[in-house]
Nanobody, 124 residues
């Protein structure tokens, strides 16, 4: 069973960048597909993007394509979410999630393990 811890959130101006990290413990992270979700106040938790367990495939929701990049370093049991050209509408709590399957799922029910979340706030 894997445990996930996100870090790297904060306050940034519109147009700025942040890099979130999702560190895993208690497991071989390289056997898990990992995704990022986000939840703004009053909204459902929504899929942002994901990466397959070997990092060969990434998938993104349309609103972040070209701005966000997911990568992973399995030797360090860490997945990254690089967020560039941030917009106020990207403000949310960001969660990483993992499942012991090769490919990326795009719904909350696809994932068994979740981190506690990290706040990202983008000011205009």
């Amino acid at each position: 069973q894997v445990q996930l811890v996100e870090s790297g959130g904060g306050l940034v101006q519109a147009g700025g960048s942040l890099r979130l990290s999702c560190a895993a413990s208690r497991g071989t992270f390289g056997t898990y597909a990992v995704a990022w979700f986000r939840q703004a106040p009053g909204t459902e938790r929504a899929f942002v993007g994901g990466i397959s367990w070997r990092g060969t495939t990434t998938t993104y929701t349309n609103s972040v394509k070209g701005r966000f990049t997911i990568s992973r370093d399995n030797a360090k049991n860490t997945v990254f979410l690089q967020m560039n050209n941030l917009k106020p509408e990207d403000t949310a709590v960001y969660y990483c999630a993992a499942r012991r399957v090769a490919g990326v799922g795009t719904t909350r029910d696809d994932y068994d393990y979740w981190g506690q979340g990290t706040q990202v706030t983008v000011s205009s």
